[in-house]
């Protein structure tokens, strides 16, 4: 299967409409490729239940749900040692008898596929040579990564196989699929079962729609999905996750999954009580260049990660610094998705100090160990409004990273003054000015 599948969609392929779309699900790939771990979330799970007199299980270990012994030592294998938040919750649920529905909200790295994984592994019966589980994810590239975990999760299981129902993986009409796990996106999906008959979706026991909010922003998607959805029995166990949950999601999410029990965990606040923040006013982005190798040559900064609007811009500036001699890393929007990963991965493992970035490519990506942000240029919207949420993004913390911070905005015009201003209102949190020009000052920042 990975032979037949071209490179990584690229913006070049789509229409505008679908640009968000892409943007999203190359979001949560990259989320994905460069992920070590898992997301950790202080916060409560909020539990709505189908059956509210029923009792809520939930779980602290994977012993306590009696799962086969081939699966356990899947997980372990893994690395796994302990359910995670998500998982306390779902994966009792999504194992009782008889199966139940569920709709689950997290953001991404909590453990929601590796749920889910688990769920089908457990549900499927290997003696019998069918599909019983289907799940269907936005895009290809995301229904390998799943596929990944379900051959990791599986591999002492080896009875049970998988097909990925992708565009690409052509079989001969009139096949008769032997596999117990179906993975694939909606519209190969729903050819296969529907016009191509491969299998029989009456048989099948789990359905599960992984990352709604991203389908749903892909055309023709939801449709395909409940299409498929219509083709299952009544006694089918329905599961669908998502990151967000905004109100098309939930309307979606309803459609799919009949009687659902539903789960949310709120992402973890991110705050700027621990960051100072300043900011240096400039003419142009020369000044700002100087004004950077300043704040450089006062101050000795492990890591740094650096804003700009325009990809010109960041493309610009990376060039700038190398020559300066710093060893710079440069995440640019036309890259693929795997490029990217690359990218972060090296700069994460301290390969290069700097990483220039314009907004798309960074958005979501933690990387712990930075110190210092440098908005090079404010973050504002497509109507050139003040963008608080990036900003926040940019330089907030979680109290779980908790470490102090340094954020630098330049301002380089009465606008990008007046979009300063906003934010800091916003925020209700004063933004220092700082002159570049007088290195004791400088030095002070960093204390
Ligand atoms: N119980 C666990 N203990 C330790 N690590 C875990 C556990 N569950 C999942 N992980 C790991 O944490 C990371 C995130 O898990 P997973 O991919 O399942 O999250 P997710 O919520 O599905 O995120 P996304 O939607 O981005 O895929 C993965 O690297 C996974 O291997």
Known sequence: VYGLLGPGATLETSTLENVRSIILAA??????????????????????????????????????????????????????????????????????????????????????????????????????????????SPTYELALQTGKVIEQMGQYYSEVKLVYAIRGNKLPRGTKLQEQIVIGTPGTMLDWCGKFKFFDPKKILVFVLDEADVMIDTQGHQDQSIRIQRMLPQSCQMLLFSATFEESVWNFAK??????????????????????????????????????????????????????????????????????????????????VEQRAAVIERFREGKEKVLVTTNVCARGID?????????????????????????????????????????????????????????????????ERLDTDDLDEIEKIAS
């Open 255 to 336: 459609r799919i999954v009949p009687d659902p029990n539903i789960i949310k965990l709120k992402r973890e606040e991110e705050t700027l009580d621990t960051i100072k923040q300043y900011y240096v006013l400039c003419n142009s982005r020369e000044e700002k260049f100087k004004a950077l190798c300043n704040i450089y040559g006062a101050i000795t900064i492990a890591q740094a990660m650096i804003f700009c609007h325009t990809r010109k811009t960041a493309g610009w500036l990376a060039g700038e610094l190398s020559r300066e001699g710093h060893q710079v890393a440069l995440l640019s929007g036309e890259m693929q």
């Open 27 to 136: 979001q949560s790939l990259l989320n994905k490729l460069i992920r070590s771990n898992l997301v950790k979330n202080t916060n409560q799970v909020e539990v709505l239940q189908k059956d509210p007199n029923s009792p809520l299980y939930s779980v602290r270990t994977f012993e306590e749900l009696r799962l086969k012994p081939q699966l356990l030592q899947g997980v372990y294998s893994m690395g796994f040692n302990r359910p995670s938040k998500i998982q306390e919750t779902a994966l009792p649920m999504m194992l009782a008898e008889p199966p139940q529905n569920l709709i689950a909200q997290s953001q991404s790295g909590t453990g929601k596929t590796a749920a889910f994984v688990l769920a089908m592994l457990s549900h499927v019966d290997p003696s019998r040579k069918y599909p019983q589980c289907l799940c269907v």
């Open 367 to 431: 990387v712990e160990q930075v110190s210092v942000v440098i908005n090079f240029d404010l973050p504002v919207d497509k109507d050139g409004n003040p963008d608080n949420e990036t900003y926040l993004h940019r330089i907030g913390r979680t109290g779980r990273f908790g470490k102090r911070g340094l954020a630098i905005n330049m301002v380089d015009s009465k606008m990008s003054m007046n979009i300063l201003n906003k934010i800091q209102e916003h925020f209700n949190k004063k933004i």
